[in-house]
């Protein structure tokens, strides 16, 4: 029975929200009907009242000429409607979702309500109190309505004026977002969640919300307002995450609303099952939102807003490993993973890498948060797509030699996080795993390095040298071998003296390279070569050394046995085609002996 009467009154709120006008209307009617009901109960009470205090008897208040009435209502009521017209239509060019927030605005509702019925009540009793006996309804309106109606139009005025602004419809529109995200937690809609129409109701206002925002952020061009936008988005999405535990599971059903939204017409049924299955139909709704707005902003050459988004994005996924809301961890790696896609398209096509620059290092932050909550299949997967994209990147990077940075970036942000699993002390074997993924991030599979002056970036050999001297630090020298021995493939491509001559300076440039940099940056002006462990360089040069001259040895050894060989077959006087053809061989494997070895 209880629970009936919580479902009706849910029902009746409900109702009451769908039809503002028509309830506000009825409000005012009541208050109007009621107030005169009383005032002439105890009309006579305040005729006495008046007559002691201002000697003003009933026959005075008879003999005033209430013909003016009307026209002052119509006076106050033409000043206000056609005040909020002019501006509520002039405001609207520019935010196009002011009219919706005004027509459900309550203070607007009841108060041109008020005038238009208060205006009518002084017609009627203007023309009907002495037959009705009811100058207790002149005095009322007169004297009460009236005066508080003429003193409340200005500040009214100044209401709509600042309800009119832009950051107000913005915090306005939030503000009513997240009513109805914490509305849905109330036991009267949650047990009206068996009702279709109830369901469908609340998602649409959910992602009308979201529409109503991407909008917004579209007509405006105010930079502080748009990063309003993008903030009320992520506190949104962030605040429903709290909130979407305690929902009825009814509300997550794949209804009409979702499949005739825009974002999901074109869905098929297993998407739709999907999205009900883990829940994420308004996040999905949201993160193509902001999806679509990082592709505008960085386009039309917005840096900071872009990085807004992706950072608001990589917020959410922290959220979302706290929350332990491990099906939303899935979208917001597809979401990033588009922006890099874009991104790469984008400075590609412009030789611009700012926005690749600030996306790097809100995925990383993701990445850290993986290291955080041991998520160690979402850190290994992340780590595959850092390479896969630094690879992408390096290819490019020969006809746009402003994105090597870029790689530099990706390798600087994989250092850290392998600075911190080492500081996490976790498993060996997946340290090792996820070293080689860095090792290979300036190393493109299938791909011709013969013409590539190997000297133009080496930003990645300083970085990953400096990773060596972390773990020289802390004495995992089997760590920083590997890398010595990645570092050492580079010989393929260089005699012996110009190799340690390049080296050299790869060692004086960690030395000089201090915390910060002298330009900054949309990063600021963190420097991402510097290493705090430079001391290390001098044990870093003996176990390159150590491993250099192993490897030459070995390379010298495979040169001689090739030669003798050589010699053997080039001093037979009579030779026979397969000799003659091994000795072509031979040779061409000796001329490139250096490089198939170094990078075998």
């Known amino acids: 029975m209880n629970d009936n009467i919580t479902i009706l009154f849910g029902k009746i709120i409900n109702l009451i929200n769908k039809n503002r006008s028509l309830a506000s209307l009825i409000v005012v009617f009541f208050v109007i009907i009621v107030s005169d009901s009383l005032f002439h109960q105890f009309y006579p009470q305040v005729i006495s009242l008046l007559e002691y205090l201002f000697a003003l008897g009933k026959e005075t208040h008879g003999a005033v000429d209430l013909t003016f009435a009307p ?11 056609g005040t909020l017209i002019i501006v509520i239509a002039i405001a609207a060019e520019s935010t196009p979702k002011l009219m919706d927030l005004f027509v459900r605005d309550w203070v607007s509702l009841l108060f041109i309500w008020f005038l238009i019925l208060a205006s009518i009540h002084s017609t009627i009793i203007m023309y009907y109190f002495e037959p009705m006996e009811r100058l207790s309804s002149v005095m009322l309106n007169t004297y009460v309505y009236l005066p508080i109606s003429s003193i ?13 602004k832009t950051d107000n419809v913005i915090k306005k529109l939030y503000s009513l977002n997240i009513n109805d995200i914490q509305g849905l937690k109330k036991k009267p809609i949650h047990l009206a969640m068996n009702d279709v129409k109830v369901i469908e109701h609340y998602q649409y206002q959910l992602m009308s919300t979201i529409d109503q925002f991407d909008d917004l952020l579209e007509y405006i061009s105010f930079k502080e307002a748009q990063t309003e936008i993008i903030r009320s988005v992520g506190d949104t999405v962030r605040e429903y995450m709290h909130n979407k535990i305690s929902y009825s599971p009814q509300f997550f059903s794949a209804t009409d609303t979702i499949r005739n939204n825009p974002t999901f017409r074109t869905y098929v049924e297993h998407q739709y099952k999907d999205i009900q299955d883990r829940k994420t139909f308004y996040e999905v709704k949201s993160f193509k939102m902001m999806g679509n707005a990082y592709i505008r902003k960085m386009e039309a050459g917005e840096y900071e807003l872009a990085s807004l988004i992706a950072s608001e994005i990589s917020s959410i996924g922290i959220l979302a490993l706290k929350l332990k809301q491990d099906d939303l961890i899935t979208d917001i790696n597809i979401r990033f993973n588009t922006f890099m896609r874009f991104a790469i398209k984008h400075a590609v096509r412009n030789n611009e890498p700012r926005n690749l620059y600030n996306l790097a290092f809100h995925y990383s932050t993701l990445l850290q948060g993986y290291v955080d909550y041991n998520k160690i299949d979402l850190l290994k997967q992340g780590y595959f797509y850092f390479k ?17 940075f870029i790689v530099d970036v990706l390798t600087a942000e994989l250092k850290k996080i392998s600075i911190l699993i080492s500081e996490k002390e976790w498993n060996i074997e997946l340290q090792e795993h996820l070293l080689k993924e860095i090792l290979q991030l ?11 002056d190997q000297s133009v970036n080496n930003g990645v050999r300083v970085l990953q040298i400096g990773l060596a001297l972390h773990y020289i630090k802390i004495e995992s020298l089997d760590f920083a071998e590997t890398i010595v021995s990645d570092v050492l493939d580079d010989l393929a491509f260089f005699d012996n003296q110009t190799y340690l001559n390049l080296m050299e300076g790869l060692y004086n440039r960690i030395k000089f390279s201090g915390p910060t940099f002298w330009e900054d940056t949309d990063r600021g002006n963190t420097n991402i070569y510097f290493s705090p462990d430079s001391d290390k360089i001098d044990d870093f040069k003996k176990i390159l050394s150590k491993q250099m001259k192993k490897r030459l040895e070995k390379l010298d050894r495979d040169v001689q046995f090739l030669r003798l060989e050589l010699d053997k077959l080039k001093s037979k006087k009579e030779k026979t085609t397969l000799e003659k053809e091994k000795i072509i061989d031979l040779e061409e494997k000796i001329n490139t002996r250096r490089k198939t070895f170094f990078i075998k």
């Open 152 to 164: 409340l139009s200005l500040p009214y005025i100044f209401y709509i004026l600042l309800y009119s």
């Open 388 to 404: 896969f994209y630094s690879n992408e990147i390096y290819k490019q990077a020969a006809n746009n030699p402003s994105l090597y």
């Open 71 to 81: 026209e002052i209502w119509g006076g106050v009521l033409a000043t206000v409607l």
């Open 442 to 452: 300036d190393n493109p599979p299938d791909y011709p390095k013969d013409d590539l």
